[in-house]
């Protein structure tokens, strides 16, 4: 589904500082990704967040039964709210990093610009902990695992249309090439992308 519609880039003209910010944020997610996750499923499951974990205050460490289906967990970080964190910054597969990074990079940057370095990262954070604490409290008592920037990463690009509506974003589309289109459009297929991924879901049944 990228390659459908695809952004490459977006109108930089306006932006005034180098986005620091977006660049480490994209080397931890990528890091975390390859050198944690990659290696050990172990990782993923103990430091994803698990809305039961948050709810009561403990770690799972064993397996539990799911829909008739053992579903791994392992230790986590201590105390456990601490995977609210940690789990905004790993992901459920190439294509989620992929997506989610592809769009933190054409989009932080301007959104960075016209925040500051320090209000941005604070916006981050506080948009992937609110993402978090939506799901929980939806589900509370969930033994499966979730994690994923997308909830932080929606609220940059929340941002980013409020900043810049009109702003046009050059996307590859298909066969057709590379045309400029509106950033809500742009943006409404990323949140497309999101809903068919199940939000960063890590459940294995």
């Known amino acids: 589904m990228l390659t459908m519609l695809m952004p490459i880039g977006d109108d930089n003209e306006g932006r005034h500082s180098t986005p620091y910010v977006t660049y480490i944020l994209i080397a931890i997610n990528l890091a975390v990704f390859f050198l944690l996750q990659m290696p050990s499923d172990a990782f993923t499951y103990g430091y994803a967040t698990v809305p039961a974990e948050i709810t009561r205050g403990v770690d799972i460490t064993r397996p539990v039964q799911v829909d008739g289906a053992a579903l791994p967990h392992y230790p986590g970080p201590q105390p456990i709210y601490l995977t609210l964190f940690t789990a905004m910054f790993m992901h459920g597969g190439f294509a989620h990093i992929f997506g989610n990074m592809l769009y933190l990079w054409i989009f932080g940057d301007n959104v960075e610009d016209a925040m500051g370095h320090v209000k941005f990262l604070i916006f981050y954070l506080l948009c992937g902990l609110a993402a978090s604490a939506a799901h929980i409290f939806s589900e509370p008592n969930s033994l499966i695992p979730s994690l994923g920037a997308s909830g932080a990463i929606a609220g940059v690009l929340g941002g980013y249309l409020l900043m810049f509506p009109s702003r046009q974003v050059r996307v590859l589309i298909g066969w057709v090439g590379i045309v400029a289109m509106p950033a809500l459009i742009v943006i409404g ?17």
């Not at 297929?189 to 049944?205: D, E, H, K, M, N």
């Open 189 to 205: 297929f990323w949140g497309v992308l999101q809903f068919l991924g199940g939000f960063g879901s890590i459940a294995r049944t």
